[in-house]
């Protein structure tokens, strides 16, 4: 009888041309599944809880996947991580997959149906000189940004709205575009502006060009006030840019 496990994954995007599967290209998924494959001796497909895009990171990615491969679950963590250390180099140099945990989970739990809501975390570099060693990690602003009118705009998301104004326009149509935030805060460390944002489900690049138009009310192109009369346009163009996938993490996910 086959197991269904739940393996908790962290990655850099950096390299990756996102976890979705595409041909000819390296995604996380594409990683996990050929080490899956060959442990097994046959095809194994997980099953994400997010579909990250290229750039975009993981604290804690989750991802179900079913096999009847005689291994004890609780190996499988370090059986992946070193077999993923051995692709990427043979100079024992980290991947840039980690697996976190490996479990076994009841039949029907599925990574991406029977999650309940999750949390991002976007990181600002907000400093007058770039820093080139984190370029891939975090979004590089140069112009001063006011933090308090950042913070205040943070208010006018949580809650259940219409957030069509922030889903990429030609996204696939869906049968809504109603989702909840539960939480939305914002701090500043030193030169970085760190926002983490809670919810139940999310649109396609929803927290980017919530970020995005966060930054323009911090360079005074925006209030904070408009965030409100933004999300009832219900209109792509009347909301901010898509800040870039670098800054952006998956941190946690809640089933």
């Known amino acids: 009888m086959k197991k269904n496990i739940l393996l908790k994954i962290k990655y850099d995007g950096t390299h990756f041309a996102g976890l979705q599967i595409q041909p000819r290209q390296r995604t996380v998924q594409g990683e996990i599944e050929k080490v899956l494959s060959k442990i097994a001796g046959e095809e194994i497909r997980i099953e994400p809880t997010s579909r990250t895009d290229s750039g975009v990171h993981a604290i804690c990615q989750c991802v179900t996947f079913q096999w009847d491969v005689n291994l004890p679950t609780e190996k499988l963590k370090y059986v992946l991580n070193n077999c993923f250390s051995k692709r990427q ?5 980290l991947s840039d997959i980690e697996i976190l945990s490996a479990e076994e989970v009841p039949e029907d739990f599925h990574a991406r149906f029977s999650a309940t809501g999750k949390t991002y975390r976007y990181i600002i570099h907000n400093a007058k000189e770039y820093d080139i060693y984190r370029r891939n990690y975090v979004y590089e602003v140069k112009e001063d940004l006011d933090f308090q009118s950042m913070k205040k705009a943070c208010s006018y998301f949580i809650g259940e709205h219409d957030f069509k104004s922030f889903e990429s326009s030609g996204s696939n149509p869906r049968e809504t575009t109603v989702r909840t935030v539960t939480d939305m805060r914002i701090e500043r460390v030193d030169e970085d502006i760190i ?15 919530m970020v995005g138009t966060l930054v323009e009310v911090g360079m005074g192109r925006k209030k904070p006030e408009d965030i409100k009369e933004i999300i009832q346009a219900k209109n792509r ?10 800054g952006l993490y998956l941190l946690e996910i809640y089933y």
């Open 89 to 93: 180099n043979r100079f024992r140099i």
């Open 195 to 209: 926002i983490q944002v809670t919810g139940n489900k999310f649109l396609y690049n929803m927290v980017r060009i």
């Open 237 to 246: 163009t009347a909301a901010g840019h898509t800040a870039p996938p670098q």
